[in-house]
Every structure is written in C-alpha cells, then in structure tokens.
C-alpha cells in the first residue's frame, strides 16, 4: 500500500496522560499535513511540514502538542497532559512537488483518540 | 467563520438516481476546490478537484461544477450505488492560505436500497 498511514488507529488514554501519534506520508511527497476532526465536523488545519521544516502551526495548537519531522519522512504527533477536549480524529495527509498551494492533500485513515 | 458551508447536511437518495451535493464558499479569493468522501472510521478520500480558471470537471462518474458569479459549486454523482453512502466534504484553497484546506461540515448521503 503505497498510501498515508497512520499508527495507532486508536487510542484511550487518562486525562494528563501523554500520547504520540505517527505518520508516514506517501513516498517522495515533501509536504506533510496534521489535521483534527472531531464528530459532525470537517477537518481543521493544525500544522504543516515541508521536508522537515515545520512552515505553519494553527492557533488550535496549543503549547500542549509537539509535532516533528525530523529526516523529513514520517512525522510524529504529541499531546502533553491530554485533556478531554482533545479527543478527536487526528489525520494526516501528504502533497507532492508539482502544484504549489492547488496540489492535491491525500489522507491518511486517521487516529481516533479518546481521552477519559 | 466558516469560509465553504454546504447546503443540506444530509440527502437521501435511490440507488441508481443521480446525487447532487451543493457548497457555497465566501471569499472570492479561493481559487482550488476539492471534494473528498469520508466512510465511517477511515480519512477523507480525494475525489475530484477543480481550479478556478474551470467551470465543469469530470471523473468517473462523478462531475463538480463551479460558478464562480455565486461562490457556489456542486458534486453531481451519476448512478448512484450503494457504496456512495458516506459523508461527503468540500474544501477551499487560496493562495493566502498557502497549503491550509479549509473544510465545510459535510453532507451526509445515505443510498436507498
């Protein structure tokens, strides 16, 4: 399978408990994606890599999450003291080289989260 | 606010008619669409795209038609089977936003046996 996936597919943890969520972007795409979806809503934008530079983080990114892309390949996802707002679907997604800001996000199958 | 909504929240349909999802954006600005379906417990799965300098694109079985007058495109589904169901999501693109999609709420389609 030569698609976006994502480690653990789920996960229950306690509140204040710290997790780590990996994914591993399609091959030769530099660009990588985190996203939250949470019940009945579309996606919202966390932050984005580019090889290994992390370009852009969103205000829904609090001091609690952490993400790297060390050898700008896969990227790893944390959440410090995890509260239960935090559960949550987290996705990643990956783009390529070719189309700038119009080239294509493809999706992983996502981490489910649920914080007790 | 929300920069793409879509118009109803769910539809039902008959197997074998055809499906129309409607979006609405705000920012006359946003020039990249994408339509992605979602099934229960898995990602957002690409289905078409479409840049602004196009009004009409086509897949296999599926066309996205875009009017830019209206800040309005749709997601037709021709022959609509059984594993269409599923919840179906614009997004928005523009070049201020650099690589961050902006998603509606979805609509979820529900297949009629």
């Known amino acids: 399978d030569t698609g976006v996936s994502q480690d653990p597919r789920h996960k229950i943890t306690k509140r204040g408990q710290n997790v780590t969520f990996r994914c591993d972007p399609i091959?030769?795409?530099?660009?990588l994606y985190w996203y939250r979806q949470t019940l009945g809503q579309g996606p919202e934008f966390l932050t984005y890599f580019q090889n290994e530079a992390q370009l852009e983080k969103s205000r829904l990114l609090s001091d609690r999450f952490s993400a790297e892309r060390p050898k700008g390949s896969f990227s790893t996802l944390e959440i410090q003291r995890t509260e239960q707002g935090d559960s949550a679907m987290y996705l990643c997604?990956?783009?390529?080289?070719?189309?700038?800001?119009?080239?294509?996000?493809?999706f992983g199958p996502g981490t489910r989260l649920l914080v007790l | 606010g929300e920069s793409v909504g879509l118009h109803l929240p769910t539809l039902s349909v008959q197997e074998g008619d055809n499906s129309i999802i409607n979006c609405a954006y705000s920012?006359?600005?946003?020039?990249?669409f994408i339509w992605y379906k979602q099934e229960s417990g898995k990602g957002p799965q690409f289905i078409i795209d479409?840049?602004?300098?196009?009004d009409k694109r086509q897949g296999q079985r599926v066309t996205v038609l875009l009017n830019k007058t209206v800040k309005h495109l749709s997601l037709q589904i021709a022959a609509t089977q059984p594993g269409d169901s599923a919840v179906y999501f614009c997004?928005?693109?523009?070049?201020?936003?650099?690589?961050?999609?902006?998603f509606g709420a979805g609509t979820t389609v529900t297949v009629r046996a």
């Open positions: 997004a928005e693109n523009r070049r201020s936003n650099d690589y961050k999609l902006s």
């Open positions: 920012n006359s600005a946003s020039d990249y």
């Open positions: 997604a990956s783009s390529g080289r070719t189309g700038g800001y119009q080239e294509t996000q493809y």
């Open positions: 091959s030769e795409h530099n660009r």
């Open positions: 479409i840049r602004s300098n196009m």
